[in-house]
């Protein structure tokens, strides 16, 4: 069964940190991209940071950038996003993806494969 779950499930104050993990089984990961995305309660998604196979390349909103951090590890089949200095407004869904290309791009419908989500909320 293909299957991509996250994990990092959390409750932090503002200014903490989090690391989310998106593990693939059934599938590798490799050799293409890897997206995060988020869902904030009445907001649209959005796209969050992107890497590609080689971990080359990466992308970042600009409302993350700075503070996230995106790696893989495709030995482990696994990809990561480090959260620093969270705020509330980070607050929300987190979901990876894998893209069914090798390059990141900003259209979602590129990615094929989503995890369920995890949720990351940041509240004093």
């Known amino acids: 069964q293909l299957q991509l779950v996250e994990s990092g499930v959390g409750l932090v104050r503002p200014g903490e940190s989090l690391r989310l993990s998106c593990a693939a089984s059934g599938f590798t990961l490799s050799p293409y991209a890897v997206g995060w995305f988020r869902q904030a309660p009445g907001k649209e998604r959005e796209g969050v940071s992107c890497?590609?196979?080689?971990?080359?390349?990466?992308n970042y909103a600009n409302s993350v950038k700075g503070r996230f951090t995106i790696s893989r590890d495709n030995a482990k089949n696994t990809v990561y996003l480090q959260m620093d200095l969270l705020k509330p407004e980070d607050t929300a869904v987190y979901y990876c993806a894998v893209a069914s290309v090798y390059y990141c791009s900003g259209d979602s419908s590129l990615f094929r494969s989503w995890g369920q989500g995890t949720q990351v909320t940041v509240s004093s």
């Open positions: 890497i590609i196979d080689s971990g080359d390349f990466t």
